[in-house]
């Protein structure tokens, strides 16, 4: 089972110099993804207990468009374990002089790849509605 959500960062996901984003909006990506994979395995959004894994690989600035993939790799009597990549699909001029420009990039950037473990207790378990 995978989940994708694909979203444009924006001015105000950029924290830093040069309009680039901040690492932890790609954490809260994995976050939409992996609770999106709970309800879809056990019908509750469930808790991200912690990452054990976390690699940041490409810049990613506002206007570019991110692409965040996950899937539940391992599962416990309670505990997802879950891995996640991010890529960039679309990325935006950086050139001032074309600030509105930006390209679909013939083959995605990993931009991040991170895995961590999530928690569903027992009473919350249920089968998703078909």
Avoid: W
Wanted: charged share 25%; glycine share 8%; with cysteine.
């Amino acid at each position: 089972m995978e989940a994708v959500i694909r979203v444009r960062m924006s001015a105000s996901d950029a924290h830093y110099g040069g309009q680039l984003v901040d690492g932890a909006r790609i954490l809260a990506l994995f976050g939409d993804v992996a609770t999106e994979l709970l309800i879809r395995h056990d019908g509750d959004e469930g808790l991200f207990v912690a990452y054990d894994a976390v690699e940041f690989k490409a810049p990613v600035y506002a206007g570019d468009y991110i692409e965040a993939r996950g899937r539940i790799d391992r599962v416990g009597n309670t505990s997802r374990h879950m891995t996640f990549e991010a890529y960039k699909v679309i990325a935006a001029s950086q050139d001032p002089n074309r600030p509105s420009a930006a390209t679909v990039l013939a083959e995605p950037v990993l931009v991040c790849r991170a895995s961590g473990t999530c928690v569903v207790p027992k009473e919350r378990q249920r089968k998703p509605a078909e």
